[in-house]
């Protein structure tokens, strides 16, 4: 009897032993397959390519002489819609727009000035941001004009009224303060972030106030160095518009050619030069796309040269792949656009033109094609 019931007890003891076997088998093996189907997934994330786009599009100075600033007055008030009549749908569909403020938007609560010492109706400025220009450029050599004449009363309604728009556009180049200046500006389109930075050569003679270099930014490469490393890995897309070079000159200098490198070198992505009022050649130093010069939007300047400007565009492609992101800049696209001075300064694409607007067009777009080429032969440039 003893000898059967340690039998039975022995047959137990192993049944309860496979049981338990069987069950921690069985749990293992579901983790490990849990385990190798996180691994497949997490793998496949990693080896799939994400990819993030956005477009800019880059137009050049508001120079707003007082032909300019008057032919878009009604009564007290100014309206510059009318200048985007035919660009305004073409710029709407892009993601970023920059223009360069060349000239300070003091208000008309001060007098409004002309060519030498500028000081422009904020309306412009309106009508810019209702056409979604959300980039802008703020050093200029103009930046303190009437400075010392008006007490630094327009620079200060200019930062003021620049301050109201920080929510719908990217300022750069000129503060009300030194903690305004450091304060990081980071914005994000499309799961791409971005910043610019905005630097002038200098500003017309005129020197800055002592202890108020925020003003105006004047390009120093140590400057320009810290600004940069500050930005440089905290976001995707990293722009430095640069107001430079020689008036009316379709070359680039060796002074902005040497700007450029150096800018480059820094890992900057996108470099928006203005200020020589003509056009000048697109290309890359590396993977840096370089507008040497985006010549006038509109003005109130004669000559086809002068009143001929640049549009230019391109896709901001950010790459993610073995957890290792990339940013390019691609399809970089040259479209000329002319300032109608005969019809109320309506900026025309040059598709749009005839020889009744612009005698001579036609001559005029294939030389503005071999400057816009003449540097890299991977910019597009569009046909009439």
């Not at 412009?124 to 010392?148: C, M, R, W």
């Not at 800055?208 to 105006?216: A, D, E, I, M, N």
């Not at 160095?225 to 976001?235: G, H, L, N, P, S």
């Not at 796309?289 to 901001?316: D, H, R």
Request: glycine share 6%; with cysteine; proline share 3%.
């Amino acid at each position: 009897m003893k000898r059967l019931k340690r039998k039975v007890r022995n047959i137990l003891v192993i049944l309860l032993c496979c049981i338990v076997t069987f069950i921690i088998g069985f749990y293992v093996q579901r983790k490990q397959n849990f385990h190798n189907e996180y691994v497949d997934v997490k793998f496949d994330v990693i080896n799939t390519e994400v990819k993030n786009e956005a477009s800019i599009v880059m137009v050049g100075d508001a120079l707003m002489h007082m032909g300019l600033v008057n032919a878009y007055k009604t009564g007290k008030t100014y309206d510059y819609a009318g200048v985007f009549k035919y660009v305004g749908p073409i710029i709407k569909d892009y993601d970023l727009k920059y223009y360069n403020q060349e000239t300070i938007l003091g208000g008309s609560s001060l007098p409004l000035k002309g060519y030498p010492q500028f000081n422009s109706p904020q309306e412009v400025g309106d009508s810019f941001i209702k056409q979604g220009f959300n980039l802008v450029s703020l050093a200029t050599n103009h930046t303190l004009d009437n400075y010392y004449i008006q007490g630094g009363k327009n620079i200060k309604n200019s930062l003021e009224y620049w301050k109201k728009q920080e929510d719908k556009v990217l300022a750069a180049g000129s503060y009300s303060s030194e903690e305004e200046r450091e304060k990081e500006v980071i914005k994000e389109v499309n799961g791409i972030t971005y910043t610019m930075l905005s630097y002038t050569e200098h500003t017309n003679g005129i020197p800055v106030p002592s202890g108020k270099s925020y003003l105006v930014n004047v390009y120093n490469k140590d400057k320009v160095k810290k600004d940069i490393e500050k930005y440089r890995d905290k976001v995707d897309v990293l722009m430095v518009a640069m107001h430079w070079g020689e008036e009316y000159t379709n070359n680039p200098t060796s002074g902005q050619k040497e700007k450029a490198k150096y800018l480059a070198s820094l890992g900057v992505d996108l470099i928006i030069g203005c200020h020589p009022h003509v056009m000048q050649p697109m290309t890359y130093i590396d993977h840096t796309l370089v507008v040497y010069s985006l010549g006038n939007f509109v003005s109130c300047q004669s000559g086809y040269n002068k009143q001929t400007g640049l549009m230019a565009s391109a896709n901001i492609v950010k790459r993610t792949y073995h957890g290792k992101t990339t940013i390019s800049l691609e399809n970089p696209t040259a479209e000329f656009i002319y300032t109608d001075k005969n019809h109320k300064y309506v900026v025309t694409p040059y598709s749009k033109l005839n020889n009744s607007i612009l005698s001579g067009y036609k001559t005029y777009y294939d030389k503005f094609k071999k400057i816009m080429t003449s540097m890299s032969d991977k910019v597009i440039v569009k046909e009439l």
